[in-house]
């Protein structure tokens, strides 16, 4: 088992920024990947950037350019750093873990963008 704890969330007007932490448990199970989703009131939850061991990261297009995604995979931790918020940017966000023994989830952290 992975225990994830996201903090960082909060309410901010559009055009500022937030900086989300995740860090993740010690595990028998070596961690190669992180990355952070979100999810929006009636709609799915979606990828927003990740990173892996080797430090390759991927993000939406919609976050491209404002979002960066960072942190140290062989010490569990990673944070995304996100400037220029719109309210469409409001949501859920979760971190997300992979290990060979499959993918672990932490609780969620709320992000609300005022416009």
């Known amino acids: 088992q992975v225990q994830l704890v996201e903090s960082g969330g909060g309410l901010v007007q559009a055009g500022g920024s937030l900086r989300l932490s995740c860090a993740a448990s010690?595990?028998?199970?070596?961690?190669?990947?992180m990355g952070w989703y979100r999810q929006a009131p009636g709609k799915q939850r979606e990828l927003v950037a990740t990173i892996n061991s080797g430090g390759s990261t991927n993000y939406a297009s919609s976050v491209k350019g404002r979002f960066t995604i960072s942190g140290d995979i062989a010490k569990n931790t990673v944070y995304l750093q996100m400037n220029s918020l719109k309210p469409e940017d409001t949501g859920v966000y979760y971190c997300?873990?992979?290990?060979?023994?499959?993918?672990?989830w932490g609780q969620g952290t709320q992000v609300t963008v005022s416009s």
């Open positions: 010690e595990s028998r199970f070596s961690i190669h990947a």
């Open positions: 997300r873990a992979g290990t060979p023994g499959g993918y672990y």
